[in-house]
């Protein structure tokens, strides 16, 4: 059984700096790390930039990243940058 | 659009990118990839969002119009500023007027009545090549047509026009930005190269190539493999006709030619003048500034404005004036000449200037007539001109419709000039563009004016509809005891009945003269009891002509009422080609033979049955025999149903016990198929459920004691309700199979179908293993029907399985009451002989129009299936549980 090692509650409004944040945390974390989307209705360019980097930073230290009440509009708009495939969602 | 392009392109454009650094081609996918997160972010966006970031933009296009064409003619030493002011702001306002208030996002269309609804999917990643000719114009229409319907543009300018094409980039991005739009939803390529060019063509994160250019940037575009709007050059004929306003026709092609210098390529290359108004239209033309070039001049300007080694028009013309080009040519002409005109006398290499000319020199053919002038044009549009726009100035609409019949050209544009009509939303309502679409003629997709629809993959949401279903009998149908009678309510000065021997013996004919009015003048045609022939039907059609007839009483079993069904058709509609009307079809409202309308005569068909079981006094079917071509003629159409049916028992009461068992079993499985057949509807099912009950009441009484007089009427009100649900229902698998296996081994028809129908029963019971499409049902109910009948006859049962089960051992107690044969074996055809004839048989049967109306699709093997459990016997039908099936 996975170790949830860490639990962020994206907010629609901090997109960017909430994934920074977790990015400095990854450092502790163990097995997986997953991100809250509940609340975020909208991503723009920059907060998939910021996904795509906490996503690589993550699999440089072999942490899964769930994201966690991705709406469908959000979801693909990451399937169509192509980050889709390097996440793993949960409803 | 433009095609001053043309020379240069002529070097291939490359397939790969092998001889980019890896530096460009860094470059380029950091391009691609802004855009395609910026086209990914964008699908987020309503409508509002992205009106509210358009609006702004067209204003900053508009306020910046004069600047960016005074940087365009700057860079590209073409065109005239002031009228690039006007492209630049028809580029803003004009594509705004007709962008603002359409859908582009979500649902765009509804259409209610055909429960379709139409919805917007963004394409992405757009590669757009801009033409040096309308360098910003062009970026800030594209512009406004990737915000509206949010996909990501990279744009790459002509190399000459770089500049002014990245700066129009630059404005409508911070733009955009500034409201809202996503990050990178703009770029532009710093310099233009072809390499560049065929590696983001070929990119795979490219969803669509928008090619507006001359031909090679526009095959290249379609070579690429991928999506691409790619609209090319054109050749533009005008014909000026002489019905036209002269006038107004040499202004406005004097307005068009020279028009930004004449670089839209939708602009008037050769004008073709009537020869009774060629004199005063060169007239006017010099007296509105224009030089007539003498033939020498003519000849000079042909030697240099076109290439002679290509045909094509030499770049270092585009875009220049009237007055600049006479100059280097060498021509003396006033200093303000506006355009040069150079009359020719054909079209094609020989004659170097009737081809594309984007600068104001235009070429014009004295034509002696109509048609000579049409087939000038014709050679015009021909000559490099294919799909993209014609002119023609005339008040005559015959010769304006000929000439749009003749002419391959996307905009035929009429008494308005040619280059700003084309644009659109000027001169006439056509869509504002700066895109012409060239059709295949021109190696294009479309020959629409491209605009926002063509930037969205459109989505078609159909919802199930409602198809719309029938119920359609005759309008007046007597029944009961004596019901005869009501033959004397219809007036008829010449009557004709139809009738066999068998009903002058038994004296029904009689019965019925009794009631016609008197002083009608009665005819009677007896014909064979047997299937109708077509030589027996065109003899009584001969006797209605001969009669003048106004009224035909059929008299008799389905044969004789079919026979009338026929004549009256003949007589009515003599052109009526049976052959042809019994033509196959799917759906009768869609059917490809229609049965004739128009009649010379008119004949009232009063229909009275004398067995009980086809219902062809209510039907609207005829089956006719052509024995000289061997084949039955099967006619199906409401026009064939009587006008008037009477059911009355008392021609029915001296039917034999066979004939009784007989038809009484035909009257069963056409109320059974139609209560399970894929048409069936509340309406028919009300019927069939009816006659079910009724046959199972009164069949046995009127099979073993004829007199009883109650049974003989309830026997024949339910062959009459059967045929009405079936009439409307159709029928099915069982008269499928008995129709082939009937014919094939002369057994009669409701003999043939009681053979088979506890097995056809058990066979539509199960879960089918191919389904049959039908937009009249909700899901599969087969099974639930037949339960529903067994209730109705209080069969018993608990499950829908038991239910079915008991209905099939109620039909196959109620034939053995009626004494029909078991099996096939039983009637003494041998198996080998059933073997030898199934290949046909299943072959006959599945080509039955009656199996398409069965629930359940019968396959091939199935029909032989069917047969050979018939051919064993029933007693052996086995209901397999349908839960057990789904789960098995």
Redo the contacts between chains.
Sequence with gaps: MAVIAMWIKIDEERVVQGLQEAGEKLDSAEGEVVADFSSVR?????A??ALEEFAGTADDKGVKVVLRGVNV??Y???K??KLGSRLSFVA | MIASEKVQERVQIPLAAESLSPERIAYLETLVS?A??????F??FTQEDVDRIVKPMVLAGMEHALDLARLAVEETKLGVMEDKVIKNMVATEFAYNYVKDKRTVGIIREFPERNLVEMAEPI?VVFSIIPITNPTSTVLFKCIMAIKTRNAFIFSPHPKAARCGAEAVRIMYETALKHGA???VFSCLESNNLQESAYLMRHKDVRLIDATGGQGAVKAAYSSGKPALGVGPGNTPVYLEKTADLNTAVVDIIISKTFDNGTICASEQTLVIDDEIYEPVLKKFAELGAHICNEKETELLARTVIDAKTGFMQPMAVGQKAADIARFVGLSVKPNTKLLIAPIQGVGREHPLSVEKLFPVLSVYRAKCVDEALKVCVDVNHAGGLGHTAVIFSHDDEVIRKFSEVINAGRIIVNSPGSIGALGAVYNDLVPTFSFGCGTGGGNSTTDNVNVYHYLNIKRVARRTQAHMWFRVPNQIYFNMNAVENVHQFPSRSTIIVTNPSMEQLGHVDIVRRYIPEGTHVHVSVIPDAEPEVKVVMQGVEALHFYKADQIIALGGGSVIDAAKIMKLKYESPEADLEELAAPFLDLRKRVVQFPTDKINRARLIAISTTSGTGSEVTPFAVLTDKERGRKVTLADYSLSPDVAIVDPQFVMSMPKGLTADTGIDCLTHALEAGVSNYASPYTDANAMQAIRLVFKYLPIAYEHPHNEEARCMMHNAACIAAMAFSNASVGVNHALAHAFGARFGVAHGRANALMLPHVIVYNAAVPAKFMPSPYTQGYVAHKKYAAVADLLGLGGNTIEEKVKNLVTATEQLLDQLGFPRSIAELGISKEEFERAMPDLTKLAFEDPSGRSNPRMPLMSELAELYWKAYQGRGLAKVAGVSEQQTA
């Design positions: 909208r991503i723009d360019s920059s998939i930039r509009d959000v693909r708009v990451l169509l940058v | 802004q395609r997160t910026a086209a990914a972010v699908t987020q992405g996503p990050e990178g």
